[in-house]
């Protein structure tokens, strides 16, 4: 079974750059999560989705950054105009049911912005 | 609202000795508790969950973890290290379906 697939692996850019992550979560699983996870944290939720609607962005920073899940398959996370402080590991997770606690988790992509 | 501590920030062990991992919550009512690992530049995966039951949870790679309510600890144990566990891991409590994760540890194998 094909995991949670999300690209680029690593980005670098300057501050108020915008960037964009892509996430493929598992086949069938309705439920897709982003995380932001700042170095010596765990992961805070940013946004979940089930299938292409939103269910929680409560800690979305919504003046810069922004998801969407059009097809309710793929989705893609962006930040526009990026800061410093949003250099992080961005996980995607994916999930059959409405609970992250049966989540699988991507790779990661790791921002760094300078 | 509900809180996770991991007391250690890293723990170092040489290998092939015993490992215990550290995690306290905060919680009203008996709660599901999980242990994740993050190995260098890959996702989380769940090592071990508990859910109601037997206090001691068998999971993946050799790890286990008891839950002691008096305590209220979930901590991670492992026999005997192998240099391939050094990781960081993450300690995290269900609250309405979303998890709240603790800080996480470093585990660092000494040869």
């Known amino acids: 079974e094909a995991g949670v697939a999300q690209s680029p692996r690593y980005k670098i850019i300057e501050k108020r750059q915008s960037v964009a992550f892509w996430c493929n979560p598992i086949s069938g699983h309705a439920t897709l999560y982003w995380y932001q996870q700042i170095l010596g944290q765990g992961p805070k939720l940013l946004i979940q989705f089930q299938n292409n609607g939103v269910v929680d962005d409560s800690q979305l920073p919504k003046d810069r950054f922004s998801a969407e899940r059009l097809k309710g398959v793929d989705s893609t996370l962006k930040i526009q105009p990026a800061k410093l402080e949003d250099s992080a590991v961005y996980l995607c997770a994916s999930s059959f049911g409405p609970s992250n606690t049966e989540a699988f988790f991507g790779q990661g992509t790791r921002l760094t912005v300078v | 609202a509900q809180s996770v501590t991991q007391p250690d920030i890293h723990i170092t062990v040489s290998e092939g000795a015993s490992l215990e991992l550290r995690c306290n919550y905060s919680y009203g009512a008996t709660p599901y508790l999980f242990w994740y690992v993050q190995s260098p530049g890959q996702g989380l995966q769940l090592l071990l969950k508990?859910?109601?039951?037997d206090t001691l949870v068998q999971g993946i790679k050799g790890f286990e973890a008891e839950f002691k309510r008096s305590q209220s600890s979930f901590n991670l144990r492992k026999p005997s290290v192998h240099w391939s566990d050094a990781a960081e891991y993450f300690c995290?409590?269900?609250?309405?379906?979303?998890?709240?994760w603790g800080a996480g540890t470093k585990l660092i194998i000494k040869p």
């Open positions: 995290a409590v269900e609250q309405g379906y979303q998890l709240i």
């Open positions: 508990y859910f109601s039951g």
